[in-house]
């Protein structure tokens, strides 16, 4: 809840592990692997890891292009 309104996950601007994988449709595993190996992009904050939507966006896209 921020500000007294339930949070709407579909307009996070960062998300944790487990939103990126399941939007990926991905193991958190998998993405945890990605993330060390610094294939996907993400940030700390702190001792968290998070995504931002529009990275992950954008390297989905790239992967596609690629066809990877």
């Known amino acids: 809840m921020m500000n007294g309104k339930p949070?709407?996950?579909?307009?996070?601007?960062?998300?944790?592990?487990?939103?990126a994988a399941r939007r990926l449709a991905i193991s958190p595993r998998t993405l945890w692997q990605l993330t060390k190996d610094r294939v996907?992009?993400?940030?700390?904050?702190?001792?968290?890891?998070?995504?931002?939507?529009?990275?992950?966006?954008?390297?989905?896209?790239r992967q596609i292009e690629t066809g990877v």
Do not use: Q
Request: aromatic letters at 6%; charged letters at 35%; glycine letters at 2%.
């Open 7 to 19: 949070r709407n996950d579909s307009m996070a601007i960062l998300i944790d592990p487990r939103e």
């Open 40 to 61: 996907v992009p993400s940030m700390k904050i702190g001792k968290c890891v998070r995504y931002r939507v529009a990275d992950l966006e954008d390297w989905t896209r």
